[in-house]
């Protein structure tokens, strides 16, 4: 499909920059496959879903993976990606094209690495110098990763070591918060308790090519980057058994939806799950594990608008973000929540 179908006129005072409080008083725009848009709250998602329903989270934690050092003269930026093994990481860098097979960048507090390959798509690897855990280092010399579209309005700041990350966060891999679950807080949870509505959680370390702009005229020419996600054995045993008695699996989040449908078959049963996963959803997929998703609001000519075309039709998701952007939501990581039923 042409990229340009998925395009639209976003104003720059729907892009939130920072989260409301508490969280789960954001707006939340409840869309089915027709008719009218609900308006709602977060905090209403209870009384939304079914007793029996399933919200299935992203447990990633967002790293400070930023970092900015020299190389020589040259003032180098990096934001690592995927990691490799316990000393190297796949990284962006700004200011690549200054650097050579082998050179050495220098980053704050005695941290540095050695340039050790340039791959096809203009990233890098960086294998990290000394004993010390990559993690302990990026917290003496790393920032958290802002998505592009806050960070170059602002800088980042001690709030968003707070602010980006969701309540669940507990296993360190992540370049970008799953942002849908960042709306969540306790009290929310235990609504959702009291309403017999389920939860189940999955790893998808989320990658910063979840940030980059598809530059093909045609998906066909996209390529995703991969990203490392687990489901545990019982978890899938618990949503598949949900799945026999009637219930719904709800992804929080477009991470959790791509990990979801990485795992499942085409008799629609989720297996287990490790390793690598770059799929790549657009109109014309059968989604086969997952009932409904809880998103914010994405950029034009994403990979994830597209992917909520494929879930919802492109028609009726250009209908469900003009209707957000006439009324006043709030877009991106901080922004606004919807909730998309394709069958009602």
Known sequence: ???????????????????????????????????????????????????????VFNDTRVIPAQLEGTRGEARIGATLHKRIDLRRWQAFVRNGKRLREGDVITFPEQVAATAEARHADGSWTLAFHGDEPVEVLLERAGRMPLPPYIAGKRPTDEADKRDYQTMFAQKDGAVAA?????????????????????????????????????????????????????????????????????????????????LLESACGEDGVIRPFSGDTSIFITPGYRFRAIDGLMTNFHLPKSTLFMLVSALMGLDRMQAVYAHAIATGYRFYSYGDSSLLLPRG
């Open 1 to 55: 499909m042409r990229v340009d179908l998925f395009d639209f006129v976003l104003p720059p005072e729907n892009i939130a920059l920072r989260p409301v409080s508490p969280r789960d008083s954001a707006r939340m725009l409840l869309a089915g496959p027709i008719g009218d848009f609900g308006e709602h709250r977060v905090r209403d998602l209870p009384q939304l879903l079914r007793a029996g329903d399933v919200l």
């Open 178 to 258: 799953p942002t849908a679950a960042l709306h969540f807080t306790p009290d929310l949870i235990a609504g959702l308790d009291a309403a017999g509505i389920a939860r189940e959680f999955l790893t998808l370390h989320v990658g910063a090519g979840t940030f980059l702009p598809v530059k093909a005229d045609d998906t066909t020419d996209h390529q995703m980057h991969a990203e490392w996600g687990t489901i545990s054995p019982e978890a899938a045993e618990r949503l598949n058994a949900a799945r026999r008695a009637g219930g719904r699996v709800i992804a929080v989040g477009t991470t959790s939806l791509r």
